[in-house]
């Protein structure tokens, strides 16, 4: 036999763009996602190459290493360019020294830093690493914060394969590809020591150590640090962790957020940097907080309760998840399989860890849930949109059982849009002409976008017109090359050149196809849709996009069935499916459509931003009252389908609010749009446009949800973690030790009698006064509160609409037994009741609502 064949050596080298030095400014720019939100920065680039850009899909490192010297050294000549290019240029470097909203408004709080983890990060299409709202509202997030000088650092994974790009078989059944990302030509930069060598992390898995490396991508002022385990040092499967966003396994799945939590701790640590307030988007990230503990009790004389209260005072967990199922669960097995050897290094026994991510903790079978672990490691926790905090708050009620569900410590910060990334480039010039110059520093000042009503109507109408045709455009385009990728024929090539009306009402629906979406409402009824479709008088037409999960058969087939109603030959000009839907897409759609259709089974949208980035456009919603529309909806700014009610029946559910759409569709929508005046304007829809405008875009923007998150969560955190975290944690092992205590002596706590005031009968006016005698054998009247909890009775018994009035101090009736007096005003007429209650008392508690801690009378 011959030597067996020996592979190559490979030696590596990078070549850089070679820039003209009067260009180098453009170097500097194009490694900085400012450029995103900054139309002129944008046609700075498009302006070397206008095919070019749109060949590397907007990417200008890529372009400016690709495109020919010959057009770099004409550009470096042109004074027009090179004026264009100082002015982008100072305006990039304003942007980096403005103090912002935060100095302004927190001067005292220099030393605050955020960390704010996701799995997944929407900054533009040229970065992949998103698959949906999660990921975009990430990335919007970054950019709010670096507008406003929010002091933040993030940290992600950085994924070779990104989300999938979808495309459609013949059949239209959904197909996935993964190319590789060539990250030495994006917009990030691998990070190095001074001495050259770059940045490791190491991260220890059950049967060896994984090693990351680390990425830094440049948003504004804000740094994305992303980790990247494809290095040699590892094993090829260590090395596919972060090869696809939400890969496919629990094993997986468990390693990718063990990488992101432990080992983005880690990274941060060999950086020097020291965040003092960490947020996790939703729970993938939630294993930060166990590596925050370990770190804290290493080499320490702490118990892991000690440095807990310090790690959940400065944690902040946001949920986007309105079910259970959807959230990630890992079995005993496993997560003792990945955690066996920081157990130990925790101080808890198995058990007790366990029990960290468990609904019951009585219950050894329960799957370990990593929202639970964040909502126990957090004292800061949050839904995004008002609705779905009451349902995250019934949701996780049984984790502070007796504590009324309105009264879980689950708040609401409803979710926005970066209005500046998704507004359209001709909508914004309109705007600069007529509207402050606060209205892009500061898209949520609503005086700013009362400026809206200024605008003249043929000035709007012409500018969202201008959007719907060039999307008219680009739609056939991207049909044309879709179409010739799937092997179309010649007449199926020639006929996508005819789809849409550049002129015609035109509704978009464009989301994550899951199933509780319902993307093919629309279709139940499918003879009632056609006569819509075939009023040549008043045209409508639809357009579609979106992806299905690559595990989710059902979210592909209702694909299918869209892509399938499409090809009737009498509708296919006016309804279109988009392949491969991204933030690309998402632009040209939300920007030029004239309808938002949403249509989610309420209440499984937790809030929803697609919408949103309509309305900022002028773009009317029409959707389920459901997520975010819930607060967003009036009738002078869109419609709604049904009146937010709930069903038993999702069959008949369907059936209704397929019906209820169809209406609004026929005696509203269509009658509005085409309702023109002489000049052929139809100023009553322009006038909605408008509404939409001013109403929403200063309310549901991520400039206004970063400042929420900021003075509710990232101060008060900074600050308790300020007070908890002196002297050696002194603070927060003195609150480990109140609760523990506190809990020991709880069961003797007993309310012996409560007296009231009256015969039970008032007048409005009076006032009631009430009397509790407490026993508290071994704890003082201070280390409690009790309260009134008062409000209106309803026919069964339950106290409506409650509040909770703090009883006073009284007296000592004898040792151990104590008096406390409080008094309820009677506003109102009718039957009123209330009950006593007592939970904790300390001032450096986050919450009074401990688990487990609350007495009721």
């Not at 959007?467 to 991207?478: F, G």
């Amino acid at each position: 036999m011959g030597d067996a064949a020996v592979a190559p050596t490979i030696r590596t080298f990078q070549v850089f763009p070679d820039v003209p030095e009067p260009l180098s400014a453009l170097l500097e720019l194009a490694h900085n996602f400012w450029w995103v939100w900054n139309p002129d920065a944008v046609e700075l680039f498009r302006r070397l190459d206008r095919k070019l850009w749109e060949d590397v899909y907007h990417n200008p490192v890529k372009m400016l290493g690709v495109i020919p010297q010959e057009k770099l050294a004409a550009a470096a000549k042109d004074d027009g360019y090179l004026a264009h290019m100082h002015r982008v240029y100072d305006d990039f470097k304003e942007h980096l020294s403005r103090p912002g909203w935060f100095k302004e408004n927190h001067p005292d709080k220099s030393q605050m830093l955020v960390a704010y983890f996701s799995a997944e990060f929407g900054l533009h299409e040229c970065l992949p690493i998103y698959s949906g709202g999660l990921g975009i509202l990430a990335g919007d997030h970054l950019k709010s914060a670096s507008e406003l000088g929010v002091p933040l650092a993030a940290v992600g994974l950085l994924y070779r394969n990104g989300y999938f790009q979808q495309y459609l078989s013949g059949d239209g059944w959904q197909q996935e590809a993964y190319p590789e990302l060539d990250f030495y030509n994006l917009p990030i930069e691998q990070l190095r020591y001074t001495d050259g060598s770059p940045v490791h992390v190491r991260v220890d898995l059950p049967d060896n150590a994984v090693f990351c490396k680390v990425w830094r991508a440049n948003v504004g002022r804000v740094p994305l640090y992303l980790l990247d385990t494809n290095l040699q040092e590892n094993s090829p499967a260590d090395r596919d962790i972060t090869a696809k966003l939400y890969g496919a396994g629990t094993e997986l799945r468990i390693r990718q957020e063990v990488i992101l939590g432990i080992g983005g701790v880690r990274a941060l640590t060999t950086l020097n940097i020291a965040p003092t307030v960490f947020h996790m988007n939703e729970g993938h990230s939630a294993f930060l907080a166990l590596e925050r503990i370990r770190m804290l009790l290493e080499g320490a004389a702490l118990t892991f309760d000690e440095a807990r209260q310090l790690v959940m005072s400065t944690n902040v967990f946001t949920t986007h998840t309105p079910v259970p199922a959807g959230i990630d669960t890992f079995s005993p097995e496993v997560m003792l399989k990945y955690f066996q050897h920081m157990i130990p290094a925790l101080k808890l026994d198995e058990e007790g860890f366990l029990a960290l991510g468990r609904e019951d903790v009585s219950n050894r079978k329960q799957g370990f849930s990593m929202a639970l672990l964040a909502i126990r490691l957090a004292d800061n926790v949050n839904g995004v949109s008002q609705l779905h905090g009451e349902v995250s708050r019934k949701m996780w009620h049984n984790i502070w059982p007796q504590v009324p569900p309105d009264e879980v410590p689950i708040r609401s910060i409803t979710n926005g849009v970066h209005t500046r990334t998704w507004l359209a480039a001709d909508l914004a010039f309109t705007l600069d002409r007529y509207l402050s110059g606060e209205w892009m520093s500061d898209p949520s000042d609503q005086s700013v976008w009362e400026g809206v009503l200024q605008v003249p109507d043929e000035e709007l109408w012409r500018a969202h017109e201008r959007c719907r045709a060039r999307l008219v455009s680009w739609a056939r385009q991207t049909l044309r090359d879709q179409l010739g990728r799937r092997g179309g024929s010649y007449d199926e090539l020639n006929a996508a050149d005819q789809v849409l009306d550049p002129e015609a009402l035109t509704i978009g629906f464009a989301r994550r196809f899951a199933t509780y979406k319902r993307g093919t409402l629309l279709f139940r009824d499918t003879e009632r849709l056609k006569r819509l479709l075939d009023d040549a008088r008043r045209p409508i037409q639809f357009l579609f996009a979106g992806k299905a999960h690559p595990a989710d058969n059902e979210g592909k087939e209702l694909i299918k069935q869209i892509v399938s109603f499409a090809r009737d030959p009498a509708l296919r000009r006016k309804i279109v499916f988009l392949e491969n839907y991204d933030m690309n897409v998402a632009r040209y759609m939300v920007q030029g459509v004239d309808v938002w259709l949403n249509t989610p089974r309420r209440p499984y949208e937790a809030s929803g931003t697609s919408g949103m980035k309509a309305a900022c456009n002028g773009v009317l919603n029409c959707s389920i009252l459901d997520g975010w529309w819930v607060e967003g909806y009036s009738p002078d700014v869109g419609w709604a389908i049904g009146r937010g009610e709930t069903y038993s029946d999702a069959a008949f559910q369907d059936h209704v609010e397929s019906q209820a759409l169809y209406d609004i569709l026929e005696k509203q929508i269509v009658p509005l749009f085409y309702h023109r005046t002489l000049d052929n304007l139809p100023r009553e829809w322009i006038t909605r446009m408008k509404n939409a405008m001013r109403k929403l875009a200063p309310v549901f923007n991520t400039n206004r949800m970063v400042r929420d998150y900021t003075r509710m969560f990232y101060v008060p955190a900074f600050d308790r973690g300020q007070r908890l975290g002196t002297n050696g944690l002194a603070g927060s092992v003195a609150l480990a030790h109140a609760k523990d205590s506190l809990r020991h002596r709880w069961n003797d706590i007993r309310i012996i009698g409560v007296h009231a005031s009256g015969n039970g009968h008032f007048k409005v006016g009076d006032t009631m006064q009430v009397e509790a005698l407490v026993d508290l054998p071994g704890i003082k009247p201070d280390e409690l509160t009790v309260q009134l909890y008062t409000g209106p009775v309803s026919a069964t018994g339950e106290i409506e609409q409650p509040q909770a009035l703090r009883m006073s101090y009284a007296k000592a009736m004898a040792p151990n037994r104590h008096v406390f007096v409080g008094q309820i005003a009677c506003r109102a007429s009718g039957r009123q009741g209330f009950a006593i209650r007592i939970l904790p008392g300390y001032t450096d508690m986050a919450t009074p609502f401990e688990p487990g801690l609350i007495i009721w009378n």
